[in-house]
């Protein structure tokens, strides 16, 4: 299959246009790699800061200096309570932004994200029935998780159906569907005590108390989803196109879509299994992210992964600095930060459509 967005369409044009159209390609090729570099660079200082800020303060030589030699008792304890936090909410937002991209592309849908079509949720409902009869298996925790939003997911398209997928009618769907399995979940907290005390580990989205054995589980499932969502780039930039037309280009569309969505719910159930239910990630960073770089997918997944990571660990350091020693939960400030975003789009989407 031939790529589509490698290089601007020349054919048929005269010689001043084709001199504009390479123009116009290679200043979108920088506002790319500036959007990279600046994402990059943004990540690393707020990482930085992150691991040197908190009720225990380090300079960077101290801790650069602490993680080289082991011997520093202060930058030890940095070690084993701020790192694994940062890295699983790095990791996290990274997953939660790409599945976000992954099921907008699926969907044609901007207002597609886990968290409001009901996948997190399912994800959390079974992470939380896994953790309480079976406690032991915590590495497996993503896979009980994948189960629980593969259910929400097919229950989202399975009520939606109906001689095709509409996009409205598939957030409303997924609206209803994450109605149950938060009321399910939410249920849980009036069981026994054991059963509370089980849960809250699954619940909590502050990444607080997150451990190097987490760390373990969100790199193996989440950088597996991640690389996944990297291969399926291309079949996301066919499904933007018309149906016929990908079809007449090669692409098995009921089998992309079918692979895009499995990755995507890899992707937000390790995500929710871990870090807890945050919404509102995917459906802000892949908006920004088409802004910057642009909607072809092998430019977007990965620079949606670094913005996913940045803005969740952002969320949760100023959650855990701003009124320190309390916390706020990140999902809060996130929901802080979608809500508002959420309306602006759907009263963009009504002026585009003239209604």
């Known amino acids: ?49 992150s691991a040197m800020m908190g009720s225990l303060h380090v300079s960077v030589t101290q801790l650069l200096q602490g993680l080289w030699t082991g011997t520093d008792a202060q930058v ?34 901007p207002l597609a994200d886990s968290g409001v079509i009901g996948i997190s949720s399912g994800a959390a409902l079974i992470s939380l029935i896994a953790v309480t009869v079976f406690p032991a298996l915590y590495f497996w925790m993503p896979v009980f998780s994948f189960f629980g939003g593969a259910l929400a997911c097919l229950m989202v398209y399975g009520f939606s159906w109906r001689s ?47 451990k190097w054995v987490d760390v373990d589980v969100m790199l193996w499932y989440g950088g597996i989803g991640l690389i996944l969502a990297l291969l399926v780039a291309n079949w996301c930039n066919y499904l933007s196109l018309q149906e016929k037309t990908a079809r007449n280009l090669g692409l ?32 802000l960073i892949p908006h920004i992210g088409r802004q ?14 670094f913005a996913g990571g940045l803005l969740l660990l952002l969320a949760d350091t100023l959650g855990r600095t701003v009124l320190a020693p309390q916390e706020i939960p990140a999902s809060i400030i996130m929901a802080i930060l979608g809500g508002p975003f959420l ?11 003239g209604r």
Request: net charge positive.
């Open 1 to 49: 299959m031939a790529n589509m967005n490698s290089a601007p369409a020349s054919i048929g044009l005269s010689e001043p246009d084709r001199t504009e159209a390479r123009l116009t390609y290679r200043r979108q090729e920088r506002k790319r790699l500036w959007s990279f570099i600046g994402v990059w660079i943004v990540l690393i200082g707020v990482i930085l800061y």
């Open 76 to 109: 030890n304890v940095v070690r084993d309570l701020r790192l694994p936090r940062i890295i699983i909410a790095v990791m996290a937002g990274a997953g939660l932004a790409v599945a976000g991209v992954l099921f907008q592309a699926v969907m044609k849908n």
């Open 164 to 210: 095709g997928l509409h996009p409205v009618r598939l957030i409303l769907i997924g609206v209803a569907v994450n109605a149950i399995f938060s009321g399910l979940g939410q249920s849980f907290n009036y069981r026994g005590s054991y059963a509370v005390t089980s849960i809250n580990q699954v619940t909590t989205s502050t990444l607080s108390m997150k």
């Open 252 to 283: 098995n569309v009921t089998l992309a879509r079918v692979l895009i969505s499995v990755v995507a719910v890899i992707l937000a159930s390790t995500a929710t299994a871990i870090a807890g239910v945050i919404v509102f990630i995917g459906l």
């Open 292 to 305: 910057l770089v642009g909607s072809d997918h092998k430019w977007l997944i990965p620079f949606s992964a």
């Open 343 to 353: 309306i602006f789009l759907i009263r963009r989407s009504d002026r585009v459509h």
